[in-house]
């Protein structure tokens, strides 16, 4: 039993490239999240999913999709990288109220 | 709204001593709430959570917290801190019902001294 999984751990983009981040859970879990993490502003929300081609947005949403297609994945996707989102990237699955979250990814925009 | 207050955001203990980590939440509802750990370079896991029923919670690693509704607080506790125990910690609320999204607190570094 996996949990959540996210790749790549660590990236470094140059401003304006795009990418995807990928999570992937085995549990079962209908709802899904993805938060960023900076210093001092402990987590904040960017996208979740209550369910196979549902998505929403959370307090941060700019210059950030998402898509979910199966229970399992809910890649994030960055249009066009700027530094501001220089930051650490966690995906997160949730039964009950209980987030069980992937390790991370640290991406840097230079 | 619902908020969540975590007052200090560095705490810094002596190995063996009480550990102490307040948090406060705003909600005219009782919410379920959870304290979660972070250790570097990892993602977050569940230490423990107040749903309902007992107001004391024991959660892993020898960690408890006591849900007071009086004082709208949920604050994190162990008798005696380990070297282990260094990590962020974050205290969360989530609405009761169906609605998972949790709101956080900004988190509060522990360290511990020997």
């Known amino acids: 039993n996996a949990g959540v999984t996210q790749t790549p751990k660590f990236q470094v983009l140059k401003t304006g490239q795009s990418m995807t981040l990928q999570c992937a859970q085995d549990?079962?879990?209908?709802?899904m999240s993805w938060y960023r993490q900076d210093p001092g502003m402990g987590l904040r929300l960017i996208h979740y999913s209550v369910g196979a081609g549902i998505t929403d947005q959370g307090e941060v949403p700019n210059g950030y999709n998402v898509s979910r297609s199966t229970t399992e994945d809910f890649p994030l996707r960055l249009l066009s990288a700027a530094p501001s989102q220089t930051s650490v990237y966690f995906c997160?699955?949730?039964?009950?109220?209980?987030?069980?979250f992937g390790d991370g990814t640290r991406l840097s925009i230079l | 709204a619902q908020s969540v207050t975590q007052l200090g955001s560095h705490v810094s203990v002596s190995e063996g001593a009480l550990v102490l980590l307040r948090c406060n939440y705003s909600?005219?509802?009782?919410?379920?709430l959870f304290w979660y750990v972070q250790y570097p370079n990892q993602g977050l896991q569940l230490l423990l959570k107040y749903t309902t029923g007992a107001t004391l919670v024991k959660g892993i690693n020898g960690f408890e917290a006591e849900f007071k509704k009086s004082e709208t607080s949920f604050h994190l506790t162990k008798p005696s801190a380990h070297m282990s125990d260094a990590a962020e910690y974050f205290c969360?609320?989530?609405?009761?019902?169906?609605?998972?999204?949790?709101?956080w607190g900004l988190g509060t570094s522990l360290a511990v001294n020997p």
């Open positions: 997160a699955s949730s039964y009950s109220g209980i987030q069980h």
């Open positions: 909600s005219s509802v009782p919410p379920y």
């Open positions: 969360a609320a989530a609405g009761a019902g169906n609605n998972r999204k949790l709101i």
């Open positions: 549990m079962n879990h209908e709802y």
